[in-house]
């Protein structure tokens, strides 16, 4: 089994000196499969809105792979938004993931990523990334609607879409080809979360509205939360997923590392993709 699809990996700012330490030291590792980009997360309010700033000016200097910054409609004025896309501009990051974000909107805030999208390429030529979901947006009113509000933020100058993860490649596979169908013609990068405590996952996938299939229950059963086996299967069940996509034509994989990027390295070694060595060091 071997692919060399694109790769692109996600963090988010890490919250102690000791959680820092560790994702240099993976950064260092996932920059060997020579990805497209790094993205890093972004707390939409206060400190951790400066801590995720923080991490990304200083990922934009010390990275040999380029940098996303994730950008929150909520909780910024449209001015706010507009000079934080300059301060990233001026600081060399030329990649933006524009998301409406969990947060309040403002009074005088863009309430709808396709305005923003066109907003930031008034700024500059970003590359932009935009969030899609293949089991609809949990408040969208249809999957059409939601393929239809897609269609917008790409048609708006986004380069692609990154999708919510999800657990089965049928999932993915018939969202793309109800996105054709659509009209959407950009590329749709899956979004890939290896399963490292099951438990989490199965909470956080309730909030954020990605389906946990049977068979998962089942793969994870009798084993211990965020154990050595949870990892493993997570590991083996992630390998089966992405191999299916990429035999079904997926040329791109977006994966959510969870600031654990040991799990993500494993299963690009277990795809086969090839380590970057020689540009490495040559400083590609």
Known sequence: MSHNPILSFEFFPPKTPRMERTLWRNIGQLEMLKPAFFSVTYGALGSDREHSLETVFNMQRECRVPVAAHLTAAGHTRESLLELAKRFYEAGVERIVALRGDADLLEG??????????????????????????????KAASLEA???????????????????YFFEADVFLKFRDA????????????????VHDFEKVQSFSERCGASIPAWMHNSFKG??????????IGIELAVGLCDRLLREGVEQLHFYTLNIPGLTFELAHQLGIPLA????????
């Open 277 to 284: 060595w020689d540009e490495r060091r040559a400083g590609f």
């Open 223 to 232: 084993t211990q939360a965020g154990s050595i086996e949870q990892k493993r």
């Open 146 to 164: 939601d393929l239809a509000h897609l269609k917008r933020k790409l048609d708006a100058g986004s380069q692609r879409a990154l999708t919510q």
């Open 179 to 194: 996105a054709v169908k659509a009209g959407i013609n950009k590329p749709i990068v899956p979004g890939i979360l290896p």
């Open 109 to 138: 805030g863009i309430h709808d990523v396709a305005v923003m999208v066109q907003a930031l390429r008034s700024i500059a030529d970003f590359d932009i990334s935009v969030a899609a979901y293949p089991e609809a947006h949990p």
